[in-house]
């Protein structure tokens, strides 16, 4: 079955430091791919989506490239925030199911 | 816009207790979905409904039941409630179309603790 992989964390940056979450997954067929992020105490909210191979997709400074020939779909910014400490999730869709990875919390200090 | 909205936000239950989860979505959605959410385990797909009428299970359908007798809603019930499912739970909604890159909406979340 279809299934997601990613990085464990916690990831501890500095404010203005680059970020990877990395994400690999195991698909038939030809899923959408997609970044969601949760904020303390709601609840997962879109990040950013790619539908087709070599789709970038990006959203506030984030982007991920869907790579069907690694089957990844990796998570970057250039320069990070603290107010982009959450927990990010990668997922993918394939048929009816949408299929969730296990998160990686990312703490950004100032 | 309302989105998705679930209900209790909090729960406290004994072990063998039932209850309900309330769902509801305002967007003319076709699919919704339940998911818990444990840590170190991400979300995990409980029931998912296609329309009304239709639901399927996910990956850990056991203990819970579901209905759609409405495009709105999509209630969750814990039949006989055990400590195993402690977690916080949440209901979600797209259009649905089979392998799409369509969007997944979610409610706040319900933290369900079973003593």
């Known amino acids: 079955g279809n299934s997601v992989t990613q990085m464990e964390g916690p990831v501890t940056l500095s404010e203005e430091a680059f970020l990877t979450i990395n994400c690999t997954y195991t698909?038939?067929?030809?899923?959408?791919l997609f970044w969601y992020v949760q904020y303390p105490g709601e609840g997962l909210q879109l990040l950013l989506k790619a539908t087709k191979a070599d789709d970038k997709g990006s959203n506030k400074g984030f982007e991920a490239t869907y790579r069907k020939e690694t089957t990844s779909f990796h998570l970057e910014k250039g320069s990070v925030q603290v107010s982009d400490s959450a927990v990010y999730f990668c997922a993918l869709t394939g048929g009816f199911k949408t299929i969730f990875g296990a998160g990686t919390r990312l703490f950004v200090k100032a | 816009n309302a989105g998705v909205t679930q209900t209790p936000k909090f729960q406290v239950l004994k072990t063998g207790q039932s209850m309900t989860l309330q769902c509801a979505q305002d967007m003319n959605h076709e699919y919704m979905s339940w998911y818990r959410q444990d840590p170190g385990m991400g979300l995990r797909l409980i029931h998912y409904?296609?329309?009304?009428?239709?639901?399927d299970q996910g990956e850990v359908p056991n203990g819970y039941n579901v209905s759609r007798s409405t495009t709105e809603d999509f209630p969750l019930r814990l039949l006989s409630a055990a400590p195993s499912q402690t977690s916080v739970y949440f209901c979600?909604?797209?259009?649905?179309?089979?392998?799409?890159?369509?969007?997944?909406?979610f409610g706040e979340g319900s933290w369900l603790t079973v003593v």
């Open positions: 698909a038939t067929g030809y899923p959408s």
């Open positions: 979600a909604s797209s259009y649905a179309r089979e392998s799409s890159g369509n969007t997944i909406y």
């Open positions: 409904s296609v329309g009304a009428g239709i639901t």
